[in-house]
């Protein structure tokens, strides 16, 4: 069964530091990429940064400015988030996703293609104050 498992979000000041993680299993992760997407409330999900665990390739969104770092660690099965200089219109639900393909997940990012991503976590609320 596959699971994908986020943690690490909360209450942050604008300005600061979170780290999310996202522990997979259920599939072999390194033939896999895995996204993050945040959903705020009245919006519509979007891709905000992704990897693909064979090479290490990651894309960002637009709005991450430079903010954000995704990376993975394959002996752990995880994928983390460093979100830095977070802002309150950084405010939404976190969710990692997993799907084979790693372009698919790229043109999410990217805001050219919304296709169905094969598994998503619960996801973590992350919340900037002013």
């Known amino acids: 069964e596959v699971q994908l498992v986020e943690s690490g979000g909360g209450l942050v000041q604008a300005g600061g530091s979170l780290r999310l993680s996202c522990a997979a299993s259920g599939f072999t992760f390194d033939h896999w990429a895995i996204g993050w997407f945040r959903q705020a409330p009245g919006k519509e999900r979007e891709g905000v940064a992704s990897i693909k665990i064979s090479d290490g390739r990651t894309s960002y969104a637009d709005f991450v400015e430079g903010r954000f770092t995704i990376s993975s660690d394959s002996a752990e099965n995880t994928v983390y988030f460093e979100m830095n200089s977070l802002k309150p219109e950084d405010t939404a639900v976190y969710y990692c996703?997993?799907?084979?393909?790693?372009?698919?997940?790229?043109?999410?990012?990217?805001?050219?293609?919304?296709?169905?991503?094969?598994?998503w976590g619960k996801g973590t609320l992350v919340t900037v104050s002013s």
């Open positions: 996703a997993a799907d084979p393909s790693a372009l698919l997940l790229r043109l999410w990012v990217s805001r050219k293609v919304k296709g169905t991503v094969d598994y």
